[in-house]
């Protein structure tokens, strides 16, 4: 038995999907326990790609149980579109579960978050403009509407009552948007209310019986940990917890029952909006990396900007969220390079840096120091064991390995789920290196 966090170690974007289906396969719970539709991630299967921002990808194996936890915050609309779209697949969603605590994305929110964000100009965060903020902002205030009172129409009427005439103010006066019609909302909710109704429970309690009953349970964060709104590169982050200790909060589970936490990162940076990069690269070779890796977000289709591996920022993710081991992923991107970059460190006004800084203002000042490898210039996508990887694809996975100082289990190349090398059982294998001195295989 083992519970298992899989966190992004980057700023998203990573792979999470593709890592959390395959380790789905050995799970039988999946529990995402944070953010919102403003996330999104892909799976390819039998070349058909699923995009799914608030259901797990586990759902796709019938006998795994999908729990979409508390510290979520749940747009009923589409959550409904995604149930939709995987029955019409044949997929079933009768696994799937919803926290009766978690908090519910109003239309109000869209409609404030969009305003806002335009009303930065150019100070603006890079919001996604799906309501996500806004959403935990009613959450922390005391005023918002939970999967629970969305199944209480009398008391939901009463809490909207409140609500929509407050928001309208806002609406009206601060951003000369037109009101909200109250019945219309509300019979749109009762709506959502009556499908989902199935589907709700207490989730803290479902997981707790899963633990009891020693089943293997997998907890999925959205974003990553530079999105993190305690940890990341604020104020461009996200407005929950993507990082490792989220899981705890978000799913109601205690950091005891916590056994592994799993990063992923691709083999070399994204970043997807606004905010500090010390790796971008601004130019051609930025843009082929973007082109290569199908850089363009699930949720906005925004390209996504492109850099080399940042290992200062991979150390503080080792860090921050206790990680046990690795996944690299999009590999393959790199297989044309004759050279490749990897930041070891930063130079910040004139001294040199090993760990990140928490002030985005100095962050931004920070330039790379690289070190850099020779490229393998093959491809990839073929190999399905680390013996098929060329000298300088090995060399390079080593190199990162010991950089951050944590051992890497899977790599993937490519989007297809056979595309994958698993070094070591991720879930129940030890802790070890990737490799040994000679770049072969530890036994």
């Known amino acids: 038995m083992a519970n298992v966090v899989v966190i992004g170690a980057q700023w998203g974007d990573e792979g999470k999907g593709k890592i959390t289906d395959l380790l789905s396969r050995s799970a039988d719970v999946v529990v995402r326990y944070q953010g919102g539709v403003n996330a999104g991630h892909t799976v390819v299967v039998k070349e058909q790609a699923l995009r799914l921002h608030l259901i797990p990808s586990g759902i796709l194996y019938p006998d795994t149980e999908c729990i979409i936890g508390s510290g979520t ?49 150019k100070g603006k965060i890079g919001t996604t403009g799906r309501g996500i903020g806004p959403t935990y902002a009613d959450k922390s205030e005391r005023t918002g509407v939970r999967v629970l009172d969305l199944m209480d129409a009398d008391g939901l009427r009463q809490q909207l ?46 997981i707790d019986e899963g633990i009891k009953q020693r089943r293997n349970l997998l907890f999925e964060g959205a974003q990553g940990t530079l999105l993190d709104l305690d940890h990341g590169t604020y104020p461009y982050v996200t407005s929950s917890n993507p990082v490792a200790g989220g899981a705890c909060v978000g799913a109601g589970v205690g950091p005891t029952m916590i056994d592994r936490v799993i990063g992923v990162a691709k083999a070399y940076t994204t ?13 051609e070779l930025g843009r082929s990396l973007g082109d290569r890796g199908a850089e363009f977000g699930t949720t906005t289709g925004r390209r996504r900007r492109c850099g080399w591996f940042d290992a200062v920022i991979g150390r503080y993710a080792v860090r921050i969220n206790g990680m046990d081991c690795l996944a690299i992923t999009k590999l393959d991107v790199l297989d044309e390079l004759e050279e490749i970059q990897v930041c070891i ?30 490229g393998w210039q093959q491809s990839t996508a073929h190999c399905r064991s680390l ?35 698993i070094v070591e059982d991720p879930i129940h294998g030890p802790k070890r290196a990737l490799l040994d001195a000679n770049g072969t295989p530890v036994a």
Not at 271 to 283: A, K, N, S, W
Not at 348 to 374: E, H
Not at 397 to 407: N, Q
């Open 161 to 206: 009552e409140w609500a929509i005439n407050y928001k309208n103010a806002i609406l009206e006066k601060l951003y000369n948007l037109p009101p909200l019609d109250l019945e219309v909302v509300f019979e749109q909710y009762l709506g959502y209310a009556k499908r989902l109704r199935p589907h709700v429970v207490d989730s803290s309690l479902k």
């Open 345 to 374: 460190a930063y130079e910040i006004d004139g001294s040199k840096c090993y760990d990140f800084p928490s002030s985005a203002r100095q962050f931004a000042r920070c330039c790379p120091i690289y070190k850099t490898l020779p």
């Open 73 to 121: 915050a749940i747009d009923p609309e589409v959550l409904i579109q995604e149930l939709d779209r995987l029955e019409a697949l044949n997929i079933s969603t009768e696994k799937l579960l919803i926290s009766q605590t978690a908090h519910v994305t109003m239309p109000y929110h869209r409609l404030i978050d969009q305003a806002s964000e335009e009303r930065r100009g």
């Open 387 to 421: 013996e098929d990887l060329p000298q300088q694809a090995l060399d390079y996975l080593k190199f990162l390995a010991e950089l951050i100082e944590v051992p890497i289990a899977i790599v993937s190349l490519g989007a297809s789920r056979d595309q994958t090398i």
């Open 271 to 283: 970043r997807v909006g606004e905010g500090p990069f010390p790796t971008e690269l601004d130019g």
